[in-house]
């Protein structure tokens, strides 16, 4: 078995071997994986942090050995806080990395970094402060920054910066945690997901006092909330019809 780490800002995870494909997450600065197969020009990789799979380019993963890899994941994970900033490589060259990126392979990679690093579990009600670090950002398939990012990207980096750990895809997030019966017993952080009409769960969002919710739809934005579904404040309509509301911490 081979190992990495992604030692870019932002990698493409595909579902196929090719350019073209569907983007179908991110690897984000940091990220270690396991290499499962190896092509001439691509690697299908699986994550540690959510199991999640799919392709990257050879020219943008570095090997690491398999002590590496196991030192990695047993630590607990530093990450960035800020929007943006850099660390610097050996000669003295500036990286950008983004919110989110993990910090734990800085001496591996022989980067430098002086900004902000969280690490540990946060209170509950952290979970809203974090979201709002991602308030207005474009809506993107697969993403998982501030700079374009999913329903379910969104919700799992905001549970991520706070020391919890969610699975990728809103369906996959669905798996976990305790259902609740009614949304009044819901308190702000707990998720609330949303089906389709052949009842396949499509979206989550991240449940905030008084009948609001802040989720990705076009861009991260807050709506209300009723047991009808979300309702958007703007087209005056709802657009996701509830399903169940979650409670993971």
Request: proline share 3%; net charge negative.
């Amino acid at each position: 078995m081979l190992y990495g780490i992604c030692n870019l800002s932002i990698v493409p995870l595909r579902n196929e071997p090719t350019d073209t494909s569907e983007l179908v997450s991110q690897v984000l600065y940091g990220d270690i994986f396991k290499i499962l197969e190896q092509r001439k020009s691509w690697s299908k990789i699986r994550l540690a942090f959510d199991k999640y799979e799919g392709w990257i380019d050879n020219k943008q993963l570095l090997e690491i050995s398999e002590e590496q890899y196991h030192q990695l994941y047993k630590e607990p994970l530093k990450l960035s806080i800020d929007l943006v900033e850099f660390i610097e490589d050996n000669n003295q060259q500036l990286h950008p990395i983004l919110l989110g990126s993990s910090l734990n392979g800085l001496s591996i990679l022989i980067h430098k970094h002086d900004g902000t690093v969280v690490e540990g579990k946060k209170p509950k009600e952290n979970l809203i402060k974090t979201a709002f670090l991602y308030l207005n950002s474009p809506y993107l398939w697969g993403g998982k920054t501030p700079f374009g990012i999913d329903c379910s990207g969104f919700t799992q980096m905001v549970y991520k910066l706070n020391g919890y750990k969610l699975l990728r895809d809103a369906s996959q997030q669905a798996t976990q945690g305790e259902a609740l019966s009614f949304i009044e017993e819901s308190e702000p952080g707990d998720l609330a997901f949303f089906d389709n009409n052949e009842g396949i769960i499509t979206h989550v969002g991240i449940i905030m006092s008084d009948n609001y919710i802040i989720h990705a739809h076009g861009k991260v934005r807050i709506d209300r909330l009723d047991h009808s579904g979300i309702y958007n404040v703007d087209r005056k309509i709802h657009t996701h019809k509830l399903r169940v509301i979650k409670k993971v911490i």
